[in-house]
């Protein structure tokens, strides 16, 4: 799913204004219009107070469409203003004129009145701001957002929770609506999904409010959000007379005393995601481990008992993932030099591997073109350094992974895919994978994919997928804390499974 930034969404609107012969208005009302269906399948007339909170620029306009709709349905509406300057759109004064004609008057909130009064068992509609935000909002409306987060009443905001603004995060998190649903125009922003503006929302649906569906589809975005549609065209069907050569042979590099399941979860997952052979290289210690643990897996030793001090070995791999708990001790360092001068494969970094690299940045002009990095938050400042806000930390994110050509995996509750100045958002996974273990198993799983033909960065989207899949998957009868990573290893079959599952169609009676 595109997702279009706010220079794009006013764009389409211009453009299915003016292909249709519209007004600006026309529009608001038919958006308002779908955003009433969505009210009115839910609440079937129920008289529950519903408080709407309008500010005085399009989306206040778009919520007085709302408010006027639900009063002509008979429900419980009470309308408010906020009065934060002293211009306002046409779309506000034409749907502020409208509303008068049902005989009511939406109070008008200015700075130093009193707040209306509200339950925590009402609904709260939140229009004051949408995408067009661009300074910091006054005083007295950040104490009106103030006031209604503590209401404990279930709020949905209409295209963004108030206070987010489309290109940084906020200056002050207790001036932002926090959200239990929004329902955005048309598709989802940039802001739903990064961790210091995610929090603001609970729940998001896109609502079609009628843009030009041909500007929509050809017009090229820079964030795609991936789920099930995106990934399905990326795989690649196993065929009937292929062997285990077919699918490509896989290294993973790594472990130390004491963290050979890292090596062994790894391993485990570049199995279960389908590469045909898959070698360990590890040093001495941990050669009954694996042999024991997974005797599907092939292992090479290095001469060292505890620690990698020399990676080589007589097997020719597709693919190579290295670092998971390979430690930094300086022998294993010189040895991962030395690999990066031969190596031309690209290449899966993780964990040790990437503290090396961003320990002595000069090895990253040896990082073979099109290898996957993936960093959690922390190993990624470390690598770019420091960040204001997230939206910072993806310019700085692209414009690294520009720099030396590969791409960029971000950990995190969306995982972020970077490259070529394109970004891709994952949306399965759950906060459950937040577990010791869990990033060695995506390491293994893109490794694995990589052996089997996928260039880099399909071999990065298609793996996030699967893995944070798999993560929900094993989450059914476990629970958030009692996931583990080898439950994820478990379900990358069902993930793979689920990619052509049809939806269940609904039963006759749930249709009446």
Known sequence: MKIFSAAQIYEAINRTIKKNQITSNDLLEFAGNQLFNWFHRRM????????????????GGLGLVLGRQLLYHGYNVHLYVVNFSDKRTKGFLVNYDRIKEFKVWPK???????????????IIVDAIFGIGLNRETSDWVKELIKYINASRAYTVSL?????????HGPEDREAVIQSNFTLTSQAPKL????????????????????????????????????????????????EKYAHKGSYGHSLIVGGSYGKIGAVTLACSACLRVGA????????????TVLQTSLPEAM??????????????????????????????????????????EKSSLPLVFDADALNILSANTELLKSVPKGSILTPHPKELERLIGEWEDDFEKLAKAKAFA????????????????????????????????????????LTGMLTGLLSQGYDPIKTSIFGVYLHGKAGDIALSGLGYQALTASDIVYHIGDAYLDLFKQPEKPSEEAEQ
């Open 159 to 167: 295209d963004v929770p108030s206070g987010l603004y489309p290109d």
């Open 402 to 441: 520009k720099e030396y050509d590969i791409v960029l995996i971000i950990k995190g509750a969306h995982t972020v895919i970077i490259y070529d100045n394109y970004v891709y958002i994952n949306n399965t996974g759950n906060p459950g994978m937040a577990t010791a273990g869990s990033g060695d198993v």
């Open 299 to 340: 292992v090479i030793c290095d001469d060292d008992k505890k620690h990698l001090t020399n990676i080589e070995y007589d097997i020719t791999p597709q693919a190579v993932g290295i670092g998971v708990g390979m430690g930094t001790v300086e022998n294993t360092v010189n040895a991962l030099k030395i690999f990066l």
């Open 44 to 59: 079937h007339g129920a008289q529950v107070p519903i408080h709407i909170y309008c500010g005085i620029g399009n989306n």
């Open 108 to 122: 008008l909130l200015s700075s130093g009145e009193e707040f209306p009064e509200m339950q925590p068992e009402d």
């Open 276 to 287: 045909g052979l898959v070698t360990a290289y590890i040093p001495e210690c941990g050669y």
């Open 191 to 238: 802001s739903f999904f990064l961790p210091e503006t995610g929090i603001f929302m609970q729940q998001w649906e896109a609502i079609d409010i009628g843009l030009d569906q041909e500007y929509l589809q050809t017009t090229d975005t820079e964030v795609q959000l991936i789920d099930k549609f995106e990934v399905l065209p990326l795989y690649i069907p196993r």
